[in-house]
């Protein structure tokens, strides 16, 4: 109730409505002489003089009774004890204090001129803090949006980084104080596929074209990486280049790379059906331990080093269009799960001699892989 009573006796209607019966109270002084000699008029006069003082002595009562069961601190200020005087001075004799009245109205529109000169420095006061308040909202949300703005291009960053390095990795390399990352497998899997003949389909086709191909290709390849949960660690040319068992460690490495390799011959079958090429690749696959790690300073790279990586680049350039030629080590572990073809020695260096298997493509539907029988047993 009291901060309702507060919020009227501050609300403009209510100042205006004191300031005009001010202004007709200095009004009245000019009057009171023309009263002296047209006696008429007094009655009209008192009726309005009344009608002052009731306005008046309302504005103070109501001004203290904000002050609710304290009222005695409305005189705490001198203009408020100012103001006081000047209305109690209205409730004298007109008659025996008629110089007296006449002071208290000049005393009231001299407290009206203070009222406005204080009212105009708070207008002005409250100007500059709403200029102030606006400039600080302009302020902040200038800060919200470049928030934003490095939120998103904080997001952004983190898809590029997650485009090139495996998402542990990226991880690691964002949250840890590690200068360099690098890790020993004891057991991976390297898949190498290139295409045939991709020399002289350069020279057959525009590079825009050739270029357009190839990202079909490779990204058809990207997609069944994800899908069997593969690394993707380079193309290099037409060289397209996978591993299983980095970073994470995963048992069943060697039937994922085989299963994504007998896919991507599927899609080189579909990818020659679409765009009437004659597109055959290349595959090689071999399994042993690896080193794996990022390099670079400004661009980064996830790669991986060892002699299993270079002995699946051999079993690629040494295989056969159209075949996936795997190691003795993949035949020996796979060999109950897939159909292989001894396809005889080949000379790896630093290594000698190998034996190498061609897998039979239509393997998967022959026999179950590792992968599907689990998936079997589980149901």
């Given at each position: ?11 403009k209607?209510?100042?205006n409505?004191?300031?005009t ?5 200095s ?7 023309y009263v ?7 009655l009209?006069?008192n009726i309005i003089?009344?009608?002052i ?10 001004r203290?009774?904000v ?14 004890v100012?103001d006081f005087?000047?209305?109690a ?23 009206l001129t203070i ?7 708070h ?5 500059e803090?709403d ?6 909202e ?8 470049m ?17 090139v390095l ?5 991880d ?6 590690e200068?360099i ?5 004891e057991?991976?899997?390297v ?7 991709f020399t002289e ?7 825009e ?6 990202d ?31 970073p994470?460690?995963r ?5 994922a790379?085989i ?5 991507m ?10 765009l ?5 690749i ?5 399994s042993g ?7 670079g300073r400004?661009k ?5 080093w060892g ?11 040494h295989?056969v269009?159209?075949k996936?030629q795997?190691t ?9 799960a ?8 080949i000379?790896?260096k630093?290594k000698?001699d190998?034996r190498t ?7 998967r539907s ?10 079997i047993?589980?149901s």
């Open positions: 109730m009291i901060k309702k009573l507060k919020n009227f006796t501050e609300s209607g209510f100042q409505i004191v300031i019966t001010i202004f007709l109270s009004f009245m002084i000019g009057l009171e002489s002296k000699v047209n006696p008429y008029y007094e009209a006069f003089d009344r009608i003082l009731f306005i008046f002595s309302t504005e103070i009562l109501l203290i009774a002050f609710g069961r304290r009222p005695w601190q409305f005189f705490y200020n001198v203009w408020n100012f005087v000047i209305v001075v209205f409730f004298l004799p007109s008659q025996e204090f008629f110089a007296i009245l006449r002071f208290a109205r000049v005393l009231r529109i001299f407290r009222k406005i000169q204080e009212s105009e420095i207008r002005l006061k409250y100007v803090l200029k102030a308040h606006q400039e600080l302009d302020a902040h949300q200038q800060l919200q949006t928030h934003e703005d490095l939120k998103e291009e904080k997001e952004e960053s983190e898809r590029l980084l997650l485009n495996p998402h542990l990795i990226a690691r390399l964002k949250d840890s104080n200068k990352i690098a890790d020993s497998f057991n991976v899997t898949i190498f596929a290139d295409i045939v003949g389909l350069s020279s057959r086709n525009t590079p074209k050739l270029v357009e191909m190839l079909d290709i490779f990204s058809r390849f990207d997609n069944l990486a994800e899908k069997h949960g593969l690394e993707k660690i380079k193309t290099i040319g037409d060289a397209y280049m996978v591993v299983a068992g980095v994470e460690k048992s069943d490495h060697m039937t790379i299963d994504m390799a007998l896919e011959l599927h899609e080189i079958e579909e990818v020659n059906h679409v009437g090429q004659e597109f055959q290349r595959i090689g696959v071999h331990s690896a080193v794996a790690g990022v390099i400004k980064f790279i996830y790669d991986i002699d299993t990586v270079n002995i699946a680049s051999r079993m690629e350039s295989g269009p159209g996936i795997v003795e080590e993949i035949y020996n572990a796979l060999k109950d897939y159909i292989f073809e001894y396809r005889g020695l000379p790896v630093g000698g190998m298997y061609l897998l039979d493509a239509t393997a022959e026999k179950l892989t590792t992968n599907e029988l689990f998936k047993l589980d």
